[in-house]
């Protein structure tokens, strides 16, 4: 019935997007520059005219599910042999003939430094009908910006730089989205300008280390400076970041966050683990000490703020000491919430050649002990928030209960409440904290 009342000519595009907030952007990118085309988005994969597959390479794990993936398309385009099938992002730079060559039902290979020309692209495919392979090695400039059809409307992401220069030895990132290449500034605020007159609430500038967005170009702008000048865009509730790399994090830095109006007091500051070996051997380019006292900032200026962070267990060479390190500095500490990652080998980096891999069985026991050590942590600062009144911007109802809403506080943890019915998602209110759990704090609305 809905292809019959589509318009003549109309065509449909699915996408599947593995990976990182990045990733999610790149998609709403890729959205943005079909609808210029008249491609309309289908959650019905069986209906489309077009799959985008847009891959992450961060962990061996993800890759191999993302080729059974691309294998299963095979089906579809038995299907229908004029579906184009394209494959992008991370792990199509990374592995770019290997997917041409293994899976011939692939019309399109295109690289992280490519994202725009996706129009182009296409239009190659249709006239000629060939595979396509479009992939820098490095992107000489900044790519031009491109339209984009936003998830939601009430959080959206602006990207302000790609790449990252840092080369933690566990990470492929670097070789897989290039150097760091800052935008304008200009072109930030406008997007973020147009985005408050959209109705958007909540914007979250996106890098891979938003901290040194600024130092590639000859602006005279730091990460600093943006910060301020979007704190004053009059029509955006709320300001997020990510991801803050530490040893960029500074005093300027700290300051505008503590006399903004908007800018959210929640910092997520990645330290991967407690023990100054490790942290060298990841090529981390900081020190325990440095991270202890980069905190002690923090909570002096911003009391109240939360804090977040990354952790990986089982690096090439972690001993039981080292380990017992991370503990008690998760400990010491004291973080609201960590993310936590088993190492994972992943090719084409140098900590995946280092010897004295951490057995598996090691890993997955010292990554529950973490986790319990970090719950009672989660659980205890949570704890302290009942009976509090926090200022909440409605999100939507919850996944599995229409009647319960959800929404975040500025510190970035999540309310549930029993709706009352005049709350709307993009609304900010004042729920009453009643019980707080692990994850959600669970309340009333005021």
């Known amino acids: ?36 085309i008249d491609y309309e988005a289908t959650d019905d994969i069986e209906q489309a005219d077009l799959i985008l597959i847009n891959t992450c390479c961060v962990r061996e794990s993800a890759e191999k599910k993302i080729y059974g993936r691309i294998g299963e398309m095979k089906r579809l385009k038995q299907v229908n042999p004029n579906l184009i099938i394209g494959v992008v992002g991370c792990m199509a730079q990374k592995d770019k003939d290997k997917i041409l060559k293994k899976y011939p039902h692939v019309n399109l290979v295109m690289g992280t430094h490519n994202i725009h020309q996706l129009v182009e692209l296409l239009g190659k495919i249709e006239e000629d009908r060939e595979p396509v392979l479009a992939v820098w090695d490095q992107a000489e400039r900044l790519a031009p910006d491109v339209p984009t059809v936003r998830k939601g ?15 933690c030895t566990y990470c492929i990132v670097p070789y897989v989205r290039g150097r760091e290449r800052s935008r304008p500034l200009d072109s930030i605020i406008a997007e973020i300008r147009q985005l408050g007159s959209d109705g958007f609430k909540e914007i979250t500038l996106l890098g891979q280390n938003v901290n040194s967005y600024g130092k590639d170009s000859d602006e005279g702008v730091d990460f600093a400076d943006l910060l301020l000048a979007v704190d004053a865009i009059d029509s955006i509730a709320r300001i997020r970041y990510m991801t803050s790399h530490p040893r960029d994090m500074n005093d300027k830095i700290i300051n505008i966050i503590k006399n903004s109006k908007k800018i959210c007091e929640h910092f997520h500051l990645p330290v991967q683990a407690g023990s100054d070996t490790i ?33 990986i267990v089982g690096f090439p060479g972690e001993t039981d000491k080292e380990f017992a390190e991370t503990l008690s500095f998760i400990k010491e500490i004291g973080y609201d919430a960590a993310y936590t990652f088993l190492y994972s080998q992943r090719s084409g980096t140098p900590a995946a050649k280092y010897e004295e891999q951490v057995p598996l069985a090691t890993k997955k026991l010292r990554l529950n002990q973490l986790m319990t050590v ?50 709307m998602a993009g609304d900010l209110v004042n729920v009453q904290i009643n019980t707080a759990q692990t ?6 609305l005021l």
């Not at 019935?1 to 000519?9: F, L, P, R, T, V």
């Not at 990841?282 to 990354?310: F, H, W």
């Open 279 to 311: 942290l060298a051997r990841m090529n981390r380019g900081y020190t325990t000490d440095y991270y202890r006292q980069l905190v002690s900032k923090i909570r002096e200026a911003v009391p109240g703020a939360s804090l977040t962070t990354d952790l």
């Open 153 to 167: 409307q009430i959080s959206a992401w602006v990207p302000i730089m790609y790449g990252c220069n840092n080369f």
């Open 374 to 423: 970090q719950n009672e942590i989660s659980l205890a600062i949570n704890k302290k928030l009942e009976g509090s009144i926090e200022q909440v911007l409605v999100e939507g109802p919850s996944k599995n209960d229409d009647k319960i809403l959800m929404g975040r506080t500025r510190t970035n943890k999540i309310v549930l409440w029993e709706k009352t019915g005049q709350e």
């Open 1 to 36: 019935m809905e292809s019959s009342m589509m318009q003549k000519g109309q065509k449909l595009f699915h996408t599947i997007t593995f990976g990182c907030q990045m990733n999610l952007n790149d998609s709403e990118r890729l959205a943005g520059q079909l609808r210029t």
């Open 439 to 444: 994850w959600v704090l669970k309340g009333r």
